[in-house]
């Protein structure tokens, strides 16, 4: 089983930046997906931002430019820098990793953005 960590949620004003943190523990395999997503009040839950253990990165389309998501494969460790939050960027966080038919969820992290 993988167990994840979230941190770093918080409120911020319109242009600020944050930086959350998901350290993950248990049985950790190699080859994995660690991910970003986040849920909008009312909205579905969507994917941020995803990094293979390989080093491919993917974003969404809307935070291109802005967020930057990394590993620290030793640590089991994922960041995501989010810079120039926009009020739209408001939501739950949540850690995502994926291994094969392992699909693990954190509880999430609330990032309020004011305008």
């Known amino acids: 089983q993988v167990h994840l960590v979230e941190s770093g949620g918080g409120v911020v004003q319109a242009g600020g930046s944050l930086r959350l943190s998901c350290a993950a523990f248990?049985?950790?395999?190699?080859?994995?997906?660690m991910n970003w997503y986040r849920q909008a009040p009312g909205k579905q839950r969507e994917l941020v931002a995803s990094?293979?253990?390989?080093?491919?990165?993917n974003y969404a389309d809307s935070v291109k430019e802005r967020f930057t998501i990394s590993r620290d494969n030793a640590k089991n460790t994922v960041y995501l820098q989010m810079n120039s939050l926009k009020p739209e960027d408001t939501g739950v966080y949540y850690c995502?990793?994926?291994?094969?038919?392992?699909?693990?969820w954190g509880k999430g992290t609330l990032v309020t953005v004011s305008s």
């Open positions: 248990g049985s950790i395999r190699s080859n994995n997906d």
């Open positions: 990094k293979s253990s390989r080093g491919n990165t």
């Open positions: 995502n990793y994926r291994y094969s038919y392992m699909n693990t």
